[in-house]
């Protein structure tokens, strides 16, 4: 999991939500969902999966760990002890009446040296639609909490993490004109909330779809929204209004979901607008009974608040901090990612490749690229022991941003240290604004029983900069004892 800072009263939110969704999941069930979280907003009512049992699987444990660099810097480096304790579950219930995914990773982590004050880290997602009057009426609700940097240069240590919230709920309408023919109209509240940035906003938000069922696991519609967005703070921010007219496709088969979307968005601030595409897709295909690829691609106008509560984790598994909120203003993301999973009775192999491209209009120097990659490898070595190896590597560039030293002695006024401001594009020169983050851990799990689980990780990260001193190396160890019930038959020994 990330070293990222999480604070009590921001996540009281989260951690009730999560708790309402474990209240609704029976007793444990022996299944585990092969897919991730259902789209929302589905305009075919008969592409809904078909109910199915509950299923909650959980895990909680506690232990002891050390880091050899617990500032994370390159030189006179820190040692520390750290005594952990972590809790993770997903939860899935798909009835008539109710449709309900949820996932949290949790770390309450002690820095017993004194490096940090006690830390709750971790990400929460979960989304809610309860059928009040079924196959015309829900009502959704859905929240996203997790972490961000707030200085995008430097290395995430706590310090330079904030919590972030997104909430949003609100009703949908299904319509039938006739047999193939119908009309959807969804309203929202949203609620984006920072720990420490000035970017606290309210949203309002209206969807309309006017669109035919070509089959039953098929549609296609012409759609509209319109979303208000009225910031908390409004000497720094600006209120807004984005609406985008696009037209919408949708396939769900035995082995194939696909759906796509095309059009534009128009953003209206003040006496200015900006208008871009909107093009999406996202595929997901069965290849066997044994691997799946999943591809995304996508260009759209969006904000740092509506892109966080769509972060999706990689082939390791765990969503990482987001990136940094420099602004609220709208910018281009333009983006591509791929997927392969591969599981068997004994072995688990994925690995996802994600790129993306974010400009930022009349702000260059916010304007970066992030190409990456992760891979995850799980092998039940026997009976008792199971083998993990995962990496991540995502490389960072800020193309237009200056070293402060750099635009200092271009003002002819020497280093950091001198009287005048730099400009709004120069960062601290011990930063780099071309940087790698790379991660690379193992494991080792020993089973007994149902549930008891004793488990060893060890894990390498590293921060490569292009220039300053900012790069470092981390090395951390961990054991921890849990309790981590098995949750389908495949899981039990043989």
Partial sequence: MERTALNLNASARSLCVALVSIALAPAVHAQISSSGMDAVGSNNATSNPAARSPFLVYGVDAGVGETDNVSLVSTDKVSQTLAVADVDFAVNEQTRLLNLKAAGDFSDINYLQGAYGNQLIGRFDGIGKVAIVPGRLTWTVQD?????????????????????????????LILPLDAIDFINVGALYKRTQYQTTPFNSNRLSGTVAFGRNLSAGSSISLDGSFERIMFDDTTLNTDYDRTSPYAHYELHGARTDLTADLGATRVTEAHSSTTGSLATVELS????????????????????????????????????????????????????????????????????????????????????????????????????????????????????????????????????????????????????PNFGDGLLGASLAWRHGRGLEIRMRYEHSSHNVSVGAGGYQENRVLLTVGYRPFASAAELPE
Avoid: M
Wanted: glycine content about 8%; overall charge neutral; aromatic content about 10%.
């Fill in 144 to 172: 996203d909490f997790g972490q961000s940097a707030i200085d995008p240069y430097t290395p995430q240590i706590p310090t330079n993490l904030e919590d972030i919230n997104y909430f949003s709920t609100g009703p949908d």
């Fill in 285 to 432: 295909r069965k290849l066997s009974a044994a691997a799946k690829l999943t591809f995304t691609a996508g260009r759209q106008l969006t904000d740092a608040g509506a892109s966080f509560s769509s972060v999706q984790p990689g082939a390791s598994g765990t969503v990482t901090s987001a990136a940094a909120a420099q602004t609220s203003e709208n910018y281009t993301a333009t983006y591509a990612s791929a997927g392969w999973q591969y599981a068997r009775y004994r072995t688990t192999l994925a690995v996802s490749a994600r790129w993306e491209k974010d400009t930022y209009p009349g702000e260059s120097a916010l304007d970066h690229n992030r190409p990456g990659a992760e891979f995850k490898l799980e092998r039940r070595l026997t009976r008792t022991l199971t083998a993990q190896l995962l990496g991540r590597w995502y490389k960072t560039d800020y193309p237009h941003a200056t070293l402060a030293s750099e635009a200092a002695s271009s003002n002819g006024t020497g280093l950091q240290g001198a009287s005048v401001t730099p400009p709004t594009d120069v960062v601290s020169p011990l930063a780099s």
